[in-house]
């Protein structure tokens, strides 16, 4: 899978889609407009590691449901992901074998090196 989760009204995605070598090849997901799959969260799951991984704790759901006062499961990440794209870590660029998750800087540093090869 070559492809690349992101929201196009988020500032910050565009800037780091920008700030990419390159997107040729890839396959460009806004995820409002078009949600992920069962089946590609579940491979960004096993590239990831886990559900937690991919889950987005600024998402304005987050914080308006009290989640960050709960303990989620493994699960609860799933569904909520599944449930509301704004509970995706943006962006997920997967590539491979592969996958970055996030708009932190190592993420990003580490994306752009893995695609400038």
Known sequence: MKKIFYL???DTCRK?????????GFTLREIKTEPITAGELDEMHRLAGSY???FSRKATLYKERGLKDV???EADYKNLINEHYTFLSRPVIVDGESIFVGNSKN???AAVAHLSR
């Open 71 to 73: 303990q989620l499961t």
């Open 107 to 109: 993420n990003v540093e």
């Open 8 to 10: 196009k009204t988020c």
């Open 16 to 24: 780091i889609l920008n700030s990419l070598p390159t997107t040729e």
């Open 52 to 54: 937690e991984a991919l």
